[in-house]
């Protein structure tokens, strides 16, 4: 498989930020996360990954998918037969990672992002790949046809790439089809949306965000009974998962903290109860 050619649109090249974020994390002696396949992956794609290489923002991508795997995880250990459903998935490997045997699991992107997964990834009885933009209701009929709730929805960088009005879409589908779920997003201030263009990754693709949010507590205004779980920047992290780091990192949030930098105390990881 070395020397798979990538095809992607847009918007969708980005996925190869993570995907190489984990990648580099697994090679590490103590790493945040462990993600072996990443490696695999990236190691057979064609594709010039270095343009990233020592990028602060990779260390940020691992961090955002420790964050939703936590939250993953600790919705299987209260519904270990719940289902799954990654939104805008690109090459993540949660399943890998958090599955329990037992879940179901959707992952959902655009064709062309299925067309490369389908590459390394296979439909089982538990999990299947959807070829599906995030606003089409089709894929939402698909999941709610095929598997039984509770449901998941993780939707990681994926919904500040879109206009509000279609974010606002999305969420009013989630909640008209699968009600009390739990939407796990990221959001960026408008801090964020306005220096893209020297974001240290952002600034080597094509790609923007559009979908500016300063505060996710406005999102429970969005639609009557929605709940706002928790909501964490990278360096307000959960107290268990910020002492399982490894020490550099906790020395590193740490000093991040204290300097309050607008790039990361304006992007924020949010836990959403849909009504």
């Not at 500016?212 to 959960?238: E, I, V, Y």
């Not at 930098?261 to 990881?269: D, N, T």
Request: glycine share 6%.
């Amino acid at each position: 498989m070395t020397g798979h050619g990538v095809q992607l649109g847009t918007v969708q090249e980005t996925l190869l930020i993570p995907l190489y974020g984990r990648a580099v994390e697994n090679r590490k002696p103590e790493p945040a996360l462990r993600d072996p396949r990443a490696e695999e992956i990236a190691g057979a794609i064609d594709y010039d990954f270095a343009r990233f290489d020592e990028l602060p923002s990779l260390i940020g991508t691992v961090l955002r998918t420790s964050l939703f795997d936590h939250w993953v995880r600790s919705f299987l250990e209260e519904h270990p037969e719940g289902t799954v459903a990654e939104i805008g998935t690109g090459l993540n490997t949660r399943y890998e990672r958090v599955d329990n045997g037992r879940a179901r699991w959707f992952e959902l992107d655009l064709p062309d992002v299925i067309d490369l997964r389908r590459a390394f990834f296979t439909d089982t009885e538990r999990r299947r790949m959807i070829a599906a933009s995030v606003t089409d209701e089709s894929w939402a009929a698909s999941v709610a046809k095929a598997a039984d709730g509770p449901y998941f929805f993780s939707a990681e960088a994926v919904l500040p790439f879109l206009d509000e009005p279609d974010v606002r879409g999305v969420v009013d589908l989630i909640a008209a089809r699968f009600p009390g779920s739990l939407l796990a997003l990221d959001t960026a201030g408008p801090g964020i949306i306005t220096t893209q263009d020297q974001h240290d990754a952002l600034s080597k693709v094509e790609a923007r965000m559009r979908w500016s949010c300063s505060d996710p507590s406005a999102l429970q205004d969005w639609r009557p009974g929605t709940r706002l779980l928790t909501s964490h920047t990278l360096t307000t992290l959960p107290q268990q998962m910020y002492e399982a780091l490894p020490t550099p990192y906790r020395e590193m949030l740490t000093g991040l903290a204290a300097q309050r930098l607008p790039q990361v105390e304006e992007y924020r990881l949010t836990l959403l109860q849909l009504p």
